[in-house]
T-cell receptor, first 113, second 110 residues
Framework: KAGVTQTPRYLIKTRGQQVTLSCSPI?????VSWYQQTPGQGLQFLFE???????NKGNFPGRFSGRQFSNSRSEMNVSTLELGDSALYLC????????????FGSGTQLSVL | GENVEQHPSTLSVQEGDSAVIKCTYS??????FPWYKQELGKRPQLIID?????GEKKDQRIAVTLNKTAKHFSLHITETQPEDSAVYFC?????????FGKGTKLSVIP
């Protein structure tokens, strides 16, 4: 079974631009979550989707948004990029509740210059 | 919301010694507690988990203990090996999310 796939692996953007990250979950997994990882801060929850519905959202500004498609693939978008958005963005999939047995992708390393 | 505190932030041990990492959580409704290992440049991987109806769980050299009353849980690694060197994250379940601790960087010195 293929694991969680995230694209692209690396991104370099400048302040003010927007970016879209993509995530393909493990086959059969319907829950997709997104986390932001920065040095010293651990993993911060962004949002979780199940059957194209956002079930929970973390404490991030409205510039961070996401969506899920009918095939469970998910995208997240960050608009009006700021320097502080530089981070590793991790996608995780699970079979149901989004809060158990998360399987992570390798992440997208976003650098904002 | 849930808050997870993890200690220590860094830990160095000699190869063959034991390592212990401790976490506390705030929400008594949390009922699932996983531990993830993240090697440098790689994705976090689930290494062991425990549910609130169990006090201890073992898997070869790793074990996790949970004290629901005190709201803390710990990861124990015995007979450490250099390949155990990584960052370890504890987490507690919430509503459709996991809340993670800030991580412990474990270095095993040969």
């Amino acid at each position: 079974k293929a694991g969680v796939t995230q694209t692209p692996r690396y991104l370099i953007k400048t302040r003010g631009q927007q970016v879209t990250l993509s995530c393909s979950p493990i086959s059969g997994h319907r829950s997709v979550s997104w986390y932001q990882q920065t040095p010293g801060q651990g993993l911060q929850f962004l949002f979780e989707y199940f059957s194209e519905t956002q079930r929970n959202k973390g404490n991030f500004p409205g510039r961070f948004s996401g969506r899920q498609f009918s095939n469970s693939r998910s995208e997240m978008n960050v608009s009006t990029l700021e320097l502080g958005d530089s981070a590793l963005y991790l996608c995780a999939s699970s079979q149901g509740q989004g809060n158990e047995k998360l399987f992570f992708g390798s992440g997208t390393q976003l650098s904002v210059l | 919301g849930e808050n997870v505190e993890q200690h220590p932030s860094t830990l160095s041990v000699q190869e063959g010694d034991s390592a212990v990492i401790k976490c506390t959580y705030s929400d008594s409704a949390s009922n699932y507690f996983p531990w993830y290992k993240q090697e440098l440049g790689k994705r976090p991987q689930l290494i062991i988990d425990i549910r609130s109806n169990v006090g201890e769980k073992k898997d070869q050299r790793i074990a996790v203990t949970l004290n629901k009353t005190a709201k803390h849980f710990s990861l124990h690694i015995t007979e450490t090996q250099p390949e155990d060197s990584a960052v370890y994250f504890c987490a507690a379940s919430g509503s459709y999310q996991l809340t993670f601790g800030k991580g412990t960087k474990l270095s095993v010195i040969p």
